[in-house]
């Protein structure tokens, strides 16, 4: 006797096997997905890293053209002085120190030798950078001086000739 196995054709559906390799292809789309949003995020935070990192530079920078030549009593400018482990308003954690040497081809040119230091996760991290630094007077003290002694304004033109 012969058993003939018939499917009944009411009937539609997935085998198990359909199903299990239906979900190995889901769970390998899904996998890649989840690696790109991983990868995607820790581009995120070395992008942010960097960018915090060059607002630090640009501060001390600023800080550094703004206080680095001393003024004397009259106003003239001196020769700096080592600056060691000075923190930065704004940024916790943050301090630099700077040492310059003049350019004996140009003596308001000081080349300056930079050294940051800060804490990051709990461990005490350092870079070092070299500028060139001009000797002149920092912006705030410039933009005091024309405010408090306005330049004078200049002297009328004579009045027209009125006998022609």
Sequence with gaps: MKHHLRRSRGRGG????????????LLVGMTAVLGLLTFGAALTRTAELR???????????????????????????????????RPLAGLPGLAYGARAERNPDRPREWRVDVEVSWLSAG?????????????????????????????AAPAPPPPADATR
């Excluded at 060059?54 to 700096?80: H, K, T, Y």
């Design 14 to 25: 997935f085998t198990i096997l359909e199903v299990l390799v239906a979900m190995a292809i």
């Design 51 to 85: 960018n915090e990192g060059a607002a630090a530079m640009e501060a001390v920078l600023a800080d550094l053209e703004e206080s680095f030549f001393p003024l004397d009593p009259q106003g003239a400018l001196l020769d700096p002085s080592p600056i060691v482990e």
């Design 123 to 151: 461990v005490r991290r350092d870079r070092s950078f070299r500028t060139i630094l001009l000797q002149e007077l920092p912006f705030g003290e410039r933009l005091r001086r024309r405010l408090a002694n306005p330049p």
